[in-house]
């Protein structure tokens, strides 16, 4: 035994010390584990959304093809110097066989929005528009993030 300003300090303890500082203990090592993992994960829901195709504008138009996998959204934004003229139809037109898919929105009216699609392949947006100017966004999104996307009622 060692005496070091009155405390008595065995051999068996001066030995568990030093292990102490040198190797970590099993649950500093589990705890780092998990840390790692949780981070892991969040770092894969972060970049869960993927921008596939951007369009804006302010004139009639079809767009170029994109191609999708479900689930995707189309997130919107459009504006206008000359309200009380505005207007803006959006329909999703199957790119193969030019035939349209459905409308979107019809409004004449300023704003944004998101839409969630549940089906995929390879669409254009056909865009009739007076007096507008607009945004469309194309993403790819996790199924975890699309039960996110809830509708608006109004």
């Known amino acids: 035994m060692r005496s070091l300003y009155n405390f008595t300090i065995s051999k068996i303890e001066i030995d568990a010390m030093r ?3 040198t190797t ?22 972060v970049n869960a959304e993927t921008l596939i195709r951007e369009f804006s504008g302010s004139r009639s138009m079809t767009t170029s093809e994109f191609e ?3 689930p995707w959204i189309l997130d919107w934004r459009i504006n206008s110097n000359y309200r009380e003229n505005m207007g803006l139809e959006i ?6 066989t030019g035939f349209m ?3 979107i929105f019809k409004t004449k009216y300023a ?3 998101v839409k969630l699609f549940n089906e995929s392949g390879r669409y254009r947006l056909r865009i009739s528009s ?5 945004n469309f966004k194309v993403s790819q999104v ?3 993030e699309a039960e996110l996307y809830s509708p608006k009622i109004r």
């Open 19 to 21: 292990k102490i500082k």
């Open 24 to 45: 970590p203990s099993r649950n500093k090592r589990e705890s780092l584990m998990i840390f790692m993992f949780c981070l892991m994960c969040f770092s894969i829901e």
């Open 68 to 70: 999708v996998k479900a």
């Open 91 to 96: 329909s999703l037109v199957d790119a193969r």
């Open 101 to 103: 898919v459905g409308r």
């Open 111 to 113: 704003g944004n929005g």
């Open 130 to 134: 007076s007096f507008t100017n607009w």
């Open 142 to 144: 996790s199924p975890s």
